[in-house]
């Protein structure tokens, strides 16, 4: 294979998808190192992070259509109530960009260790361009994949490939990759997730294609039963110290986005978790309620400093609703019957200063872990794929029992205030079983836990995305006045704006086999009724 060159910066969007906006910078570019010199090592950590440190690119849009987190903000209107704000074209198409820029640098990553016989990342790169893809994928339907990343080779006007298609290659890719994993092959240099553990990419290889294959179970339900099997039998997750989790550090530019923007003043002021979580954590007694939530302490001035502890009793935790305002008119959140009143007095009073906020010891270092993908979720798909009578090892129940548990535990990683212990997680895992009375009891039970889990993990693209897999937890959509989807909560996000233009011809082909076209409300091929 030709050894060219690679561009080191941003000009590494050049290996992108079919838009060339940034064309002209790109081509400009005069940092460039010749690929047979460059470590491609580097290029994992890129897009580790790159997939991890979604930031607002989750926060305005699903952290809120999951009605995971509320907000009275009118910047967050995008996610609280289907209203576009000044900026929603940013971020309708902020998780495109960012994704197939980092699918740019595992691509090329693949391409450099293929030429250098480095198979071991050859194998972690695949999974990472898988990862990244699907999240494209997942939030917009059919999107550009076998023509992708080829800006190099001049191909900058992609076909936008069905999502049935990519789903079939990347749970095959997904399989080849795993194959050729080799311990006594070369080292990863620049793991972000498991500081190059072989063992530990194989086994987030199979749990990455046990997700995958259950993402597709109503659209192709021999397909993903097939890649289950597989799954399970190759050996997903075996315990939370698999979980893969991106460090970050602000001290070096690489900080948690999603922390630091909930920090910024309206943001910590007026965003809340919300009533449905806050609800099923205290009908289910979950000890996750008073290590994640917190009520803020007495007045706007202190409620609002981030230096300041909350009051983190289970007692008096009170989530937000969706789709209300402090706009002084009929939804207003004040007006609610169930306003649980104001904190403070004069010209310190804190309106929302009685809602639960997300504890800020645990969640809002600035140089926070990011989940990607864990133990607690691959429990809880195993528990699914047996209620199905899929062949996996273990019962349901079991798989359930262990996925609650690791859930609890796993939010230490964020901060040792969020420390549950072993014997503590476990005891509530057996306190809390899984109701077998029927297969429909099962299934809302095991994804709810999965909402939740996710939820408070601020995972919430993919609780989300399996919200709508799923359909549980039953939400209620918000129908707020001005709404861009009639009142229903968003299916899928738009594609990104310019590929109409630049793209024209493959972007019509793909909106034209979309129900309802380009919308909000159009339903990807495994989201199909």
Request: glycine letters at 8%; a negative charge.
């Amino acid at each position: 294979m030709k050894k060219g060159l690679l561009y080191i910066t941003l000009g590494l969007t050049l290996f992108s998808t079919g838009c060339t906006h940034d064309f002209d910078e790109i081509n400009s570019d005069p940092v460039a190192v010749d690929g047979s010199k460059y470590n491609a090592n580097l290029l994992l950590a890129k897009s580790q992070y790159q997939y991890a440190n979604t930031g607002y690119a989750q926060l305005l849009f699903q952290s809120m259509w999951a009605q995971l987190l509320s907000s009275t903000y009118n910047y967050y209107s995008n996610g609280d109530k289907y209203v576009a704000s000044s900026g929603i074209i940013g971020y309708q198409n902020q998780l495109w960009n960012d994704d197939y820029k980092g699918a740019s640098f595992a691509y090329e990553m693949v391409t450099l260790a293929k030429d250098k016989g480095l198979t071991n990342l050859a194998s972690a790169g695949t999974i990472m361009k898988i990862l990244l893809i699907q999240h494209i994928t997942d939030c917009y339907g059919d999107v550009p994949y076998t023509e992708a990343l080829q800006g190099k080779t001049g191909s900058f006007t992609p076909t936008y490939d069905t999502q049935e298609s990519i789903y079939t290659s990347m749970l095959s890719e997904l399989e080849t990759a795993i194959n050729a994993f080799d311990p006594a092959a070369d080292k990863l240099t620049s793991d972000l997730f498991y500081g190059g553990d072989i063992a530990k990419w194989k086994r987030f290889g199979y749990s990455l294609m046990l997700r995958s294959a259950m993402r597709i179970v109503k659209a192709n339900p021999t397909l993903a039963r097939q890649y289950a099997e597989k799954a399970a039998a190759g050996g997903t997750f075996a315990g939370i110290s698999d979980n893969a989790v991106c460090p970050t550090d602000n001290s070096t530019g690489n900080g948690n986005g999603t922390s630091s923007a909930l920090l910024v003043v309206e943001d910590y002021r007026e965003v809340k978790w919300s009533k449905p979580l806050i609800d099923y954590l205290k009908a289910h007694n979950d000890p996750r309620l008073n290590v994640a939530s917190e009520i803020p302490p007495v007045g706007l001035k202190d409620g609002t400093n981030s230096a300041l502890a909350g009051n983190k009793d289970p007692n008096v935790q009170v989530g937000m609703p969706n789709g209300y305002d402090l706009a002084g008119g009929t939804t207003d959140v004040t007006k609610r019957s169930d306003y649980p009143g104001s904190t403070g007095t004069g010209n310190d009073v804190y309106p929302l200063g009685k809602y639960s906020r997300p504890t800020t010891a645990v969640y809002l270092g600035r140089s926070a872990p990011e989940f990607v993908l864990t133990y607690a979720e691959t429990e809880l798909l195993l528990a699914e794929a047996a209620v199905r009578g899929w062949t996996v090892t273990g019962s349901a129940a079991t798989h359930y029992s262990n996925g609650v548990s690791a859930a609890l535990q796993s939010l230490a990683t964020f901060s040792s205030a969020a420390a549950i212990s072993a014997a503590t997680a476990d005891a509530y895992a057996t306190a809390h079983p899984l109701d077998v009375s029927s297969t429909a009891a099962s299934m809302k039970q095991i994804n709810e836990q999965y909402w939740a889990t996710n939820g408070l993990l601020f995972n919430f693209i993919e609780a989300w995305t399996n919200w709508r897999r799923s359909g549980y937890p039953v939400l209620t959509p918000v129908n707020y006045i001005g709404n861009f989807t009639g009142g229903t909560i968003p299916r899928r996000i738009a594609y990104q704006s310019t590929e109409g233009s630049t793209n024209p011809v493959n972007y019509a082909a793909a909106v034209g086999r979309l129900q309802g076209g380009d919308t909000y409300t159009a339903r990807i091929w495994w989201d199909a009724q």
